[in-house]
Structure formats: structure tokens, C-alpha cells
């Protein structure tokens, strides 16, 4: 008889992993979810009544599962050989690196560095609750990239800094199924079928919630599920800020009072709801009831919601890259976040415009309320002046309740009338913080007459360029870094670096004219290739060709004829930019088509690139 494991992967790698050798051992009989820490729970409550022998999962996510089940749980280990994979990685990083993470990571990362001779402070925890002040600690001290769990990597993540996670290898997942098999030899637990929750409520169509001091679930009744978008029974457990990050400060007003209700109007899985939030108890063991229910159609514009940035949003740390000009932009951008001044971010496409207005978000005095970002060239006037300014029935995002920054994508593509009312907006005082941005600079836009001038004045003293890949080539190294870390833990993969002459003698090489996006698309598709630990030369070439086929493919599918329409700067950018597309951004190739040395392609492209 086969042992049924339930493994539950921490990260979507390790998934892929446990799937590839549990498929050439038959001993086995293994469903794999992935979830950290407390998300966790609700898999693991589940899964009490399907009599699973034995539970796998890593880290500080085994800790949390052995608190709540009495079914077997083994520790899936990281190996020396996970750890060197990683120090090999950022062997040459121009960040300064600490390890932190729970003493099976430390105890190993402490031997591979004795052999290694290399100094690298390690911070050991135990409880997932001491991550934010361990990794203040080892910031403090100058680190800026860690390694370690994933609780530690997304923690630092949050924080607004690097991290790489330490990822176990095949090794290391054959030790745990042996490990499985001993266990299982062992001893056998009987499993008993608990009941997750009572049905007290569950006809009520007031949504209930109750959420311990901490903002993790309780109880959460079938209506309070309905309404956030769950189902029944699976929201146990679940951490409120998790779903939502407004909850996290709703709770916190809460708590401030315990003898007055908070009472919000938030919309929620499309539906508007009211809530009231008490907070009885003492500090120590508070606990929070919650009461929803919906709301008439009604106050407010329910199309901003698809503009609004829910995902986690990014920091002034997480903009890879040590050159001059990068931490130039970086300093300008984050002396402006302080302000209230509106902000005029200028770049070309795929350099980072987006992770800047998230940083600046972030770093706002209003970094607690919501981001919206409106794709200007993607809508009409209509829909760009119903969004901000709304309707008699309706409010816009100007006014709207919890509104902390509304960023204009392409501001050349909003018109002048809506440009002259923006400015009266700001100009009174009723807007929140507005952010704009546009492939050219602000007075370029404005000598073509594409702006306002009175609007683009606003941004005199409030304005910065993102640099363009190609002026920081130097970057190139630990962005690739931090892609392959990220690529690592999404498929399973152990590739701890690139080759130096792929670095040195191909990527430095190229101009770039899709910047750090382009970079990315490129990167990802060799990585694909990649069967080792390294990215090499081999890897490269067919990634170049995979990319190449596929700019050729979007050229034929949309029809490629160049249009000979405009000056004759504006057709030589088209041809430039069509040949060195179809010749996988490969220079050489398309200074040979076009009949060109070199040093001339690279004049006209870089004079192309910057106006």
C-alpha cells in the first residue's frame, strides 16, 4: 500500500520539484499545494478528513503545521549544498548580504561559509514572529539582500528590501521522503475527524467575522465568505490584512477604542459593504468582531476598481542596480515622496516608471490608502474624465474616499481641457497626490506643444528621468541576479548564476532599446534553456534565436511594412528599429543589413533613443 503524503510547498518551485520525483518513485502516493506559513491552515484543516500519513512541508510552515494537526509532519531540509547554490550566486554582489532564518538554515549556512572563508553575518530565529525585528537589526547593520526563508524573503520584500530565498534541491527532497518512509515504518496516528467549525450564524446574511489581536481569522460565517469572494469554511485562519491591506488599519483604529464601533464603507469583491468593527477585551488577548453587509448600488465609481493597485506594491529598495544614475533617480524620486508635490516621471518604455510611482507610493505620507494608475493612451476622454471627476451619480477618483495617489500613464494622451482641470483641481487643493508620466521629457512634450504649459509647469521643480538600460550597463549583473533568484523559486530551478563571458561579451554588449523589460523577456527565455547551475553561452544562443523567432512572429502577424510617412528622422527610426528587432537586437547583423559600421549604428540609435 502506498503512504499518502500531503506536501505542502512553501514556494510554486519546490512544488515542481516534489512532482518530478515523486513521479519515478512509486512508494509514494503525494498531493502538493503550495501555501506559507498560517495560509497553511486551511489546507491543512481540510485535508484532516482525507487520513493523510504523513504531512511534508519546510521551515517555519512545518512549525505552524505541527501546532495544528497531530498527523506526522517532516521537515523537508535545506542542504549545504541548497545554501552554496545561493552564495555562489551573490558571490559577487555589490550588496552587502546577511543570512537569516531558522537554525536549520543558520546551522548549515554557518559550515558552508567556514569552508568557503567567507563572512557573511547569519541572524537565527524561531519563531516566525521575530523576522521584522531581526531583519531591522541586520539592516541596521548595513545589509540591503538577504537570504533565507520564504518568511524572511517576503518579509524583507515588504519591508521594501531584496531577497533571495534559499530554495532546497533534489538532494534534499530524496532525504525527506526517506525520512517519510521511516516515520511511517514507525508508528501510524490514529486521525480523528474534528469539526472545523460550528454552524452558529450560518443562515444569518449579516456577514460575522471574528480575527484574533494579531488580524488573523477566527471564525468567518458562509455569508462574511460570500461577501469578501471565499468559500464557506476556507477562511480560517487567513490573515485579514492578507486579503485586504485596508484591513490592517481598520483594526488598528479599532483597537484605539474599544467602547466606540469603527464603522467603514469599503468595496469588496465588487459589491459596496458597510462594516462595523468592535474590539472588546484587554490589549493582550483582544479580539475583533467584524459585521458586514451590503450596501445599495450606489457612490461610487465601480470602474476605478480596475485601476486600483491591489498587488503588493513596490519600494525605493526593490529598484535593482548600483550605477550613478540609478541612485541618482532613486535619491530625486525619494525626496519628492515626502513632499505633496506632484510628481512628472519621464523614461522610455520598460525602464522601471511604474516600480518608481509604486516606490514613491510607498514612501508617501499617504502610503496607507490606495494607489490608482490610469493607462491614459488605453482610454477615451470620456472614460479619463468620468474616472476622475465622476458623474451626478458617481463621484471620480479626486474625490473619492481613501484615495492616496492616482497615477496619469502617457499624460500626452489626456487633453488639454482635462489637463486645464487637473491643474485647478491641485491648484485648490482637493486632489490627492498626482503622478504623471511619459516616454519623452517634460520639455520635449512641451515644445511639441502635446501638453498643457500651464499643467507641465505645475512639474518644474518636481520632475526626474528614469536612465535607460543602456546607461547603466553595469546594472545588468545584479539585475540578472535577482531574475535568476526569482525564476529559481518559481520552477524549481537551481541556477546560480551567469557566465561572465555572457555577460561580458554579449548582454553589456547590446543597446537595449526595451530597457530592464526587454532585459527581463530575454533573460526568462534563456533561463528556460538553462539545464545547470550557469547560464552559458549555449543557453544565451538559443534564447537569442527563441526571442528572435518570436519578435519575427509579432512582425509578420501585425502586417510589418514600414510606414514611410513623416520626416526622414522618424523613417530611419522605424527602419532602425524593425531591422535590429528581427535581428534579435544583435548589432553586428544589423550594421551588416543596413550597410553600416558599428560605431555608426551606435551613434544613430543612441541619438534615436534620447530624443
Known amino acids: 500500500m502506498k503512504i499518502k503524503v500531503l506536501a505542502i510547498a512553501p514556494y510554486p518551485g519546490l512544488k515542481d520539484l516534489l512532482q518530478q520525483v515523486s513521479k519515478e518513485d512509486a512508494r509514494f502516493e503525494i498531493d502538493i499545494e503550495v501555501a506559507d506559513l498560517k495560509k497553511a491552515i486551511p489546507i491543512v484543516a481540510s485535508a484532516k478528513a482525507q487520513s493523510y500519513d504523513i504531512i511534508m512541508s519546510r521551515g517555519g510552515t512545518s512549525n505552524v503545521i505541527r501546532e495544528r494537526v497531530s498527523t506526522p509532519v517532516v521537515d523537508i531540509p535545506v542542504s549545504g549544498y541548497d545554501i552554496l547554490r545561493v552564495l ?11 543570512v537569516i532564518g531558522f537554525p536549520n538554515i543558520c546551522r548549515g549556512a554557518a559550515a558552508v561559509l567556514s569552508v568557503l572563508d567567507f563572512e557573511i553575518p547569519i541572524y537565527s530565529i524561531e519563531r516566525a ?3 521584522p525585528a531581526t531583519l531591522q537589526k541586520a539592516f541596521k547593520h548595513g545589509a540591503t539582500l538577504v537570504l533565507g526563508d520564504v518568511v524572511t524573503v517576503s518579509t524583507a520584500q515588504e519591508m521594501g528590501y531584496n531577497g533571495i530565498l534559499i530554495t532546497s534541491g533534489q538532494e534534499s527532497v530524496l532525504e525527506a521522503l526517506s525520512e517519510v518512509e521511516r516515520i511511517h515504518e514507525v508508528v501510524m496516528k490514529a486521525r480523528k475527524n474534528e469539526p472545523l467549525f460550528g454552524h452558529i450564524l450560518e443562515h444569518q446574511r449579516t456577514g460575522v467575522l471574528v480575527a484574533d489581536s494579531q488580524g488573523v481569522l477566527r471564525y468567518a460565517n458562509p455569508a462574511a465568505a460570500l461577501l469578501l469572494g471565499y468559500e464557506a469554511g476556507a477562511m480560517a485562519g487567513m490573515s485579514l490584512a492578507g486579503i485586504e491591506p485596508i484591513w490592517e488599519r481598520y483594526l488598528e483604529e479599532a483597537a484605539l477604542d474599544a467602547a466606540l464601533p469603527v464603522r467603514k464603507t469599503k468595496w469588496f469583491n465588487n459589491r459596496q459593504l458597510h462594516i462595523e468593527i468592535i474590539a472588546p477585551g ?14 445599495e448600488e450606489k457612490a461610487k465609481n465601480r470602474f476605478s476598481s480596475n485601476f486600483e493597485v491591489t498587488d503588493r506594491i513596490g519600494t525605493f529598495g526593490q529598484i535593482i542596480g548600483s550605477s550613478v544614475v540609478i541612485r541618482q533617480a532613486i535619491k530625486r524620486a525619494a525626496a519628492l515622496a515626502a513632499t505633496e508635490k506632484p510628481v512628472w516621471i519621464a523614461g522610455e518604455a520598460g525602464t522601471g516608471k511604474h516600480l518608481f510611482t509604486q516606490a514613491i507610493h ?3 505620507p499617504h502610503k496607507s490608502d490606495s494607489l490608482y494608475v490610469l493607462p491614459c493612451h488605453q482610454l477615451t476622454d470620456i472614460e479619463q474624465e468620468s474616472l476622475l471627476f465622476g458623474s451626478d451619480s458617481e463621484p471620480g477618483l479626486l474625490y473619492a474616499e481613501s484615495v492616496g ?11 488639454s481641457q482635462l489637463q486645464q482641470r487637473l491643474l485647478e483641481a491641485i491648484q485648490a487643493g482637493i486632489a490627492p497626490r498626482l503622478i504623471v508620466t511619459s516616454l519623452l521629457p517634460r520639455k520635449t512634450l512641451i515644445k511639441k506643444e502635446e501638453v498643457h504649459p500651464e499643467f507641465a509647469h505645475l512639474f518644474t521643480d518636481s520632475s526626474f528621468v528614469v536612465p535607460p538600460l543602456r546607461d547603466r550597463l553595469e546594472d545588468i549583473g545584479d539585475i540578472a541576479r535577482v531574475l535568476i533568484a526569482d525564476y529559481n523559486s518559481q520552477h524549481g530551478k537551481q541556477i546560480v548564476g551567469v557566465r561572465q563571458e555572457v555577460l561580458d561579451d ?3 554588449q547590446r543597446l537595449w532599446p526595451g530597457n530592464v523589460k526587454q532585459l527581463t523577456i530575454v533573460l526568462e527565455t534563456m533561463l528556460a534553456f538553462t539545464t ?3 547560464l552559458g553561452p549555449k543557453e544565451a544562443k538559443e534564447g537569442w534565436l527563441k526571442v528572435k523567432d518570436t519578435l ?8 510589418s511594412v514600414i510606414n514611410l510617412s513623416g520626416t526622414w528622422d522618424q523613417i530611419e527610426r522605424r527602419v532602425l528599429l524593425e531591422i535590429l528587432q528581427n535581428e534579435g537586437m544583435n548589432q553586428s547583423k544589423t550594421a551588416k543589413r543596413l550597410g553600416i559600421n558599428r560605431s555608426t549604428l551606435w551613434r544613430k540609435l543612441k541619438n534615436m533613443l534620447q530624443n
Not at 488577548?285 to 451590503?294: G, K
Not at 495617489?405 to 487633453?415: D, E, G, W
Not at 519575427?552 to 502586417?559: F, L, R
Open 282 to 295: 484587554a490589549t493582550e488577548d483582544r479580539t475583533f468582531l467584524i459585521y458586514m453587509y451590503p450596501l
Open 362 to 364: 510607498s514612501a508617501s
Open 129 to 131: 514572529a521575530e523576522v
Open 405 to 415: 495617489t492616482i497615477c496619469l500613464q502617457q499624460i500626452q494622451h489626456v487633453s
Open 506 to 508: 554579449d548582454l553589456m
Open 552 to 559: 519575427q512572429m509579432e512582425a509578420s502577424n501585425h502586417n
Open 88 to 98: 555562489t550566486l551573490v558571490k559577487n554582489s555589490n550588496s552587502k548580504v546577511a
Open 532 to 534: 545547470g547551475h550557469y
